[in-house]
């Protein structure tokens, strides 16, 4: 195998790793905030403790991401899937594919 055929093997391999990574955290997205959401459901009074949770995650990323400028690499993609969740959680919304 050359060169060439071995990047492109490898290429492949990162591809199929990252697309299983992705699913895997779609997955647990969807239980997060499943479960979360039943949570609310079966105890209201819990609503204001788990928003105020993802509130508080959402803040840190936040900060992180101000702190760190542009090399906060994936901060700000980070708060946006917290603040999807969030809206998920609350019955506004569902997790999209990616997110």
């Known amino acids: 195998m050359d060169e060439i055929e071995e990047v492109k093997a490898a290429l ?3 591809k199929q790793q990252i697309d299983l990574l992705a ?3 779609m997955a647990l997205q969807f239980i997060v905030s499943g479960v979360l959401s039943e949570v609310i459901k079966a105890l209201p009074q819990a609503e204001t403790v788990i928003l105020s ?5 959402a803040n840190a990323a936040e900060r992180l991401s101000i702190e760190h400028g542009k090399q906060s690499g994936h901060m700000p993609k980070t708060l946006e899937i917290v603040e999807q ?10 997790p999209r594919h990616g997110v």
């Open 12 to 14: 492949v391999q990162h």
């Open 23 to 25: 699913a895997e955290t």
């Open 53 to 57: 949770a993802f509130d508080a995650a």
């Open 85 to 94: 969740l969030r809206r998920s959680v609350k019955g506004k919304d569902k």
